[in-house]
C-alpha cells in the first residue's frame, strides 16, 4: 500500500520559517508529479505547489516567491520549504500525486502561523 507521513509542522510566528517533508512508501515520488496541498479551517483543500518528475515547479499564487518544493530521490522524500510565514497560511498541509490520490491523503501536518 502507498503510504504518505509529512512532517515539519508546528507553531511559528508571521515572517518565521518551516520546511515541510513526506516520506513515501509503496510510491516512487521521482516517477509522478508531487504536489503539496493544505485545508484551512472552514475551507476546502486547495494545491499549493507541485513538481514533476523533471523537477519542474510550480506554485499557487499564495506561495510564490515564499515556497519552495524540492524532492530527494535517494530518501524518497519530499519537502516544502516556507518562508515569510503569513497567518493565512494557517492550515494542515499534505502532500500526494498531482492530481491528489483519494486513498493516498495522510495525516497532514499542522501549520500555525501566529504572533
Known amino acids: 500500500q502507498v503510504q504518505l507521513v509529512e512532517s515539519g509542522g508546528g507553531l511559528v510566528q508571521p515572517g518565521g520559517s518551516l520546511r515541510l517533508s513526506c516520506v513515501g512508501s509503496?510510491?516512487?515520488?521521482?516517477?509522478?508529479?508531487m504536489g503539496w496541498y493544505r485545508q484551512a479551517p472552514g475551507k476546502l483543500r486547495e494545491w499549493v505547489a507541485g513538481?514533476?518528475?523533471?523537477?519542474?515547479?510550480t506554485y499557487a499564487d499564495s506561495a510564490k516567491g515564499r515556497f519552495t518544493i524540492s524532492r530527494d530521490t535517494a530518501k524518497n522524500t519530499m519537502y516544502l520549504q516556507m518562508n515569510s510565514l503569513k497567518p493565512e497560511d494557517t492550515a494542515v498541509y499534505y502532500c500526494n500525486t498531482w492530481p491528489g490520490t483519494p486513498h493516498y491523503w495522510g495525516q497532514g501536518t499542522q501549520v500555525t502561523v501566529s504572533a
Open positions: 509503496g510510491i516512487i515520488f521521482s516517477i509522478y508529479t
Open positions: 513538481i514533476s518528475p523533471g523537477d519542474t515547479t
